[in-house]
């Protein structure tokens, strides 16, 4: 499969009702004969097209680290435990390629935890005697882009400061968002 970031130039409706779509990319590796396979290609192509996002910079993600390290001692819980609460309260539901949100269901007496750590508890029913728990899942903070770890960490300045933790102020918050768009533009 080949993934690449691109720039869509133009789109033509044709006479049938189809859409000619014209993009440009940078990429230079391309052998002849990857491009060719592309052009026989007996079934047609797959083509996915969407917003391109950068992955969350490592600035955005030691700052987010280091606030839900205040929070935990502030709360006195442990760390892991505060950046699950932290990414369950403000985090990106995790989606499907069509956009449906993940839920999945499972026995109650199971400890989901013990499964995947970011599922939030939404509801029970019972389906055939058995008593069925489902929880929605949450993607990984790994896994964010900028604009949901931006997302992220607004919710979490947020709970430090209502702690009484200093966080960078409104200006320094606004440069550090300002960088990861720049970043963003530039990839």
């Not at 192509?45 to 391109?52: E, G, P, Q, T, Y």
């Not at 700052?63 to 205040?70: E, I």
């Not at 899942?137 to 992220?152: A, G, P, V, W």
């Amino acid at each position: 499969m080949l993934s690449f970031k691109c720039e869509l130039k133009d789109v033509v409706k044709t006479f049938s009702g189809g859409h000619i779509f014209t993009i440009s990319t940078d990429i230079k590796n391309l052998s002849e004969e990857e491009i060719n396979t592309l052009k026989m290609a007996k079934n047609g192509l797959k083509c996915d097209l969407s917003i391109w996002r950068n992955k969350r910079s490592i600035d955005a993600n030691a700052y987010f680290h280091v606030l839900v390290n205040q929070i935990a001692r502030e709360m006195n819980i442990k760390d892991s435990e505060c950046k699950i609460k932290m990414n369950l309260e403000y985090g990106t539901v995790a989606t499907d390629k069509k956009g449906n949100k993940v839920v999945i269901k499972m026995p109650s007496d199971v400890d989901i935890t013990e499964f995947y750590d970011y599922a939030k508890w939404i509801g029970e029913k019972e389906e055939k005697g058995l008593k069925l728990s489902y929880y929605m899942l949450y993607k990984q903070t790994h896994t964010l882009d900028s604009k949901e770890m931006s997302k992220l960490i607004d919710g979490v300045v947020q709970e430090a400061k209502n702690l009484g933790i200093q966080t960078l102020d409104d200006l320094e918050l606004q440069c550090l968002i300002k960088r990861w768009e720049e970043n963003e533009t530039k990839k």
